[in-house]
């Protein structure tokens, strides 16, 4: 399977505070995005990194890529409780967005 | 951004009978679109890849014949589920990307479809 996983799973943190979600895929990439869902509603993409990227910013998200480690990392700052929501990594190999979700991590900002 | 529509956003039906799920692209043209599905709690699993004017391609474990793809314009593309079993009661989501663009994909809003 070319899924990749996520952690926490779960992340529960009070508003304000900085959220921080790993993801580790298997395969090369030729790019590695984050989306965010809403329970229940489609995906919304928050940041795309290509694979000669290393870090990568878009207002208060910070999304880290090590290729060497097949690993990435999205960093939320200052928390709001609208930010609670499922957060997916997803992995493109060929750059055609056929795209391979992570396991998604939930979180949830207590106000 | 661009906008991708899917409709409907949820349908019940009978199990053995067959549910069309519509993926449009409104403000592109998308000559590759995907279909996703999602169980409760987990994650987007890829279903396939659907090609205007070709056969769609199947990720490994999908019966094509189970879930019809036919992308026959640069702006719309369904699944229909046939033969639908309460066993294939899930999200149903679909993306599109804009051709040349290697940017993100934009998904529609998603299909909860239940078998009775």
């Known amino acids: 399977s070319q899924q990749g996983e996520e952690d926490p799973q779960a992340l529960s943190i009070q508003e304000g505070e900085n959220a921080t979600m790993n993801c580790s895929y298997k395969?090369?990439?030729?790019?590695l995005q984050w989306y965010r869902q809403n329970s229940g509603r489609g995906l919304v993409h928050l940041i795309l990194?290509?694979?000669?990227?290393r870090e990568k910013h878009s207002g208060r998200l910070r999304v880290t890529l090590d290729t060497s480690k097949k690993s990435s990392s999205l960093l939320i700052t200052a928390s709001r409780a609208a930010d609670t929501a499922s957060y997916f990594c997803?992995?493109?190999?060929?750059?055609?967005?056929?795209?391979?979700f992570g396991t998604g991590t939930r979180l949830t900002v207590i106000p | 951004g661009a906008v991708v529509s899917q409709h409907p956003s949820w349908v019940i039906c009978k199990s053995g009978t067959s549910v069309k799920i519509e993926c449009r692209s409104l403000?592109?043209?998308?000559?590759?679109m995907f279909w996703y599905r999602q169980f409760p709690k987990q994650s987007l699993m890829l279903m396939a890849t659907?090609?205007?004017?070709?056969?769609?391609?199947?990720e490994q474990g999908v019966e094509k014949d189970k879930f019809l793809i036919n992308h026959a314009s640069l702006t719309l593309s369904t699944l229909t589920v046939t033969s639908a079993h309460p066993e294939d009661s899930s999200f149903y989501i679909c993306?599109?990307?804009?051709?040349?663009?290697?940017?993100?994909?934009?998904f529609g809003q998603g299909t909860r479809l239940t078998v009775v």
């Open positions: 993306s599109a990307t804009i051709p040349g663009q290697f940017t993100e994909a934009f």
């Open positions: 395969t090369s990439i030729n790019n």
């Open positions: 990194i290509r694979s000669n990227e």
């Open positions: 997803a992995t493109d190999s060929t750059g055609a967005n056929n795209l391979f």
């Open positions: 403000d592109f043209q998308a000559t590759t």
């Open positions: 659907s090609n205007e004017g070709s056969k769609a391609t199947y």
